[in-house]
Each structure stands twice: as C-alpha cells, then as structure tokens.
C-alpha cells in the first residue's frame, strides 16, 4: 500500500489533481445517491465501478486506464447534465446543486487528465512498461 502511496507522490501535478478531483467525484456521487437520491438504498454497481475506476488509474497508470477512466467520467457527466437541468427547471434547486456538483467534479477530473502533462506522463509510462515487457520477454528467450 505504501509504495502505491509512494508511486501517487510521483505523479505530475494534473495526473495528481486528476486523481484527486475523481476520487472526490466517486465519493461525493456515492455519497448524494446514497443521501439524496435513493434514500438510503444505493446500488451497489455503482460504488464496485467508482472503486474499480479509481484502481485502475492509480495502480495501472497504463494510457488505457485513463481512456477508460475519461470516459466514465464523460457519461457521468452526459447523465447528470439533463438531470441538473430538469431538478432547475422543476424548482428543486437543492437536488440541481447537488446534480451539477457533480458533474463539475467529474469535469474539473477530465480536464486535468486530459491536459499535455498527463498525456506525456501516460505516454512515458506507456514507453517505460513496453520497454520493460520487451527486456521481460528477452530474458525469457535466454533461458
């Protein structure tokens, strides 16, 4: 646990703020449909995929991880637009702040990964690993 901690610290600032800004999205998410929205019978799909998001962009920082973690972001955003819209346009301004932080949460993450730094940063890593498959793979034929 420590060296995913340690590996975190040695992320580029926009990967880190990414990072952070997603892990506040799932857990604010998580948190409203719990307290807002269900009333208290969440499904647990949606906390088993947030969980798995966040894994997968810390653990693997693989290009591919990020696509997929840009993409969930995305569809939360497509889904919580409409209904911030429609709780603002019915009057419930409560339940359109708590949709709307939501998406800006989900976007300020999809912003920070999808500047240059990050981009470069998963494509050295992307290098780093191919490079190391391929020096992996060599020694495999030496035996």
């Known amino acids: 646990m420590l060296d995913y901690i340690k590996k975190f610290n040695?992320?580029?600032?926009?990967?880190?703020?990414?990072v952070l800004f997603l892990i506040a999205g799932w857990i604010w998410q998580?948190?409203?449909?719990?307290?807002?929205?269900?009333?208290?019978?969440?499904?647990?799909?949606?906390?088993i995929t947030g969980i798995l998001n966040i894994s997968l962009i810390i653990i693997w920082t693989k290009g591919?991880?990020?696509?997929?973690?840009i993409l969930c972001n995305i569809l939360i955003i497509m889904t919580y637009l409409p209904v911030?819209?429609?709780?603002?346009?019915?009057?419930?301004?409560?339940?359109?702040n708590v949709s709307a932080s939501i998406v800006i949460l989900f976007s300020v993450s999809t912003y920070y990964l999808l500047t240059k730094e990050s981009f470069a940063f998963f494509k050295k890593t992307k290098a780093d690993s191919s490079l190391d498959d391929r020096m992996n793979s060599g020694d495999k034929k030496m035996d």
């Open 64 to 69: 591919w991880a990020r696509i997929l973690c």
């Open 30 to 47: 998580i948190f409203c449909l719990y307290y807002y929205f269900f009333k208290g019978d969440i499904p647990y799909n949606i906390v």
């Open 84 to 96: 911030s819209y429609t709780f603002y346009y019915g009057g419930n301004f409560l339940l359109g």
């Open 10 to 18: 040695d992320f580029p600032g926009s990967v880190k703020n990414g």
